[in-house]
DNA sequence: CGGGCCTTTGACTGGTTTCAACTTCTGTGG
DNA sequence: CCACAGAAGTTGAAACCAGTCAAAGGCCCG
């Protein structure tokens, strides 16, 4: 328990037993069927959640109710809705668990404790952040540059595990085209080959 | 001179005037005028550029050389290519000034010196990155989801200060589509209203 | 074994790109 | 100060690509 998290922090930011022990007793697992929600659109998001296990998706819906992946999150990744949680308005999006989950989940009160108290914790949120931030900048600009086979090619190469784990719909989803299209390209890219 | 930067600073984090000082001796400042590059593809980022006066962009080139925009940066705005900044890795952006600009560097030094000094400074810096992922991530969120109406109402609402001061086509680079559409668009708009 | 979801495939439609021409605006040199 | 070249923006027509709607086949789960 807590294990994923701890090592990646550890991995990230150095720490000593006592160091370990004291972040581990801010934290609170959390398991999660699938299927089940984490954060509901309307709901204030109220922790940051550290996958030690399984995978979960966010996403968010549009005035025609279609929905629009915005992010997987698999072991050892983060998800949350940062907006709602530094903010406390109502969040934005869905996080729904993909696969049966186990979580673990820094709440706003245990976030901002640590911070305050432990220096290592803001070095270990900001590199945190920092990788999120050039990782969505590359997917971003992405979509905007890159051709619709190129940019499946590029997702498969770069994370074939959720490739494997997750429906091809929602797959569609995150690249923001319709599944029908999605089906397409990779049949062009399989008789292409 | 810095003033920009560290009022910025100082709202985020409040400095003592010796504090103050002490950031300031790490900056480097640096003028551009119209046209000319920050930084080049290619080349590594050896500094964070913080807005003090005009305006720049950065965009990167697809296969067909055609640009991409994939920032502004105004007044009070930070630009740099983060992930060659951060790993030394070549730069995949461009940064060019699209107007006289007057900027503030944070090199590479300076800034793991200051990581390392001054605990306010990496609270700053992770408030600014947590800022700017907030906003990428909504852009994103409006990108897949959105129609390009909806889009460059969303987006002249939201910074017409930009609008005001950059050649549409950059806008439609930034936006991902083609002046022409853009061209439309605007049209759409201005007798639909 | 049956039902429902997912994926694939086809035909049609609509929006975007592309290419080209024309206008407007701007900055520069004569 | 005017003339002109180049860039920026607008408009039109044709080609193209993705979306939509509909239907059929496959697969998993109950």
Redo the contacts with the bound molecule.
């Keep these: 328990m807590y294990e994923v998290f701890l090592n990646a922090f550890h991995e990230k930011v150095p720490l000593t037993d006592a160091e370990r022990a004291f972040v581990q007793s801010f934290l609170m697992p959390k398991k999660l069927r699938r299927k089940q929600y984490l954060l509901q659109e309307g709901d204030v998001c109220k922790a940051i959640a550290f996958v030690e296990k399984g995978a979960l998706r966010s996403y968010c819906v549009d005035d ?1 109710s ?1 929905e629009h992946i915005v992010q997987f999150a698999l072991e050892g990744r983060t998800i949350s809705d940062l907006y709602s949680f530094l903010t406390g308005e109502t969040a934005t999006y869905h996080i729904e668990a993909l696969e049966d989950s186990e979580l673990v989940l820094i709440t706003k009160q245990a976030h901002e404790e640590l911070l305050g108290k432990m220096p290592k914790y803001e070095t270990f949120i900001r590199l945190q952040i920092t990788g999120a931030y050039i990782a969505l900048q590359k997917r971003l600009t992405a979509a905007i540059s890159i ?3 190129e940019r499946y090619k590029a997702f498969a190469a770069a994370y074939p595990e959720i490739l494997q784990r997750v ?6 989803s995150y690249m ?12 062009k890219i399989v008789r292409g080959k």
Excluded: K
């Excluded at 429906?167 to 569609?172: E, F, K, L, R, S």
């Excluded at 923001?176 to 049949?187: A, H, M």
């Design positions: 025609n279609t051709s619709n086979d429906p091809q719909h929602m797959i569609a923001g085209i319709t599944p029908e299209t999605l089906s397409r390209v990779r049949r």
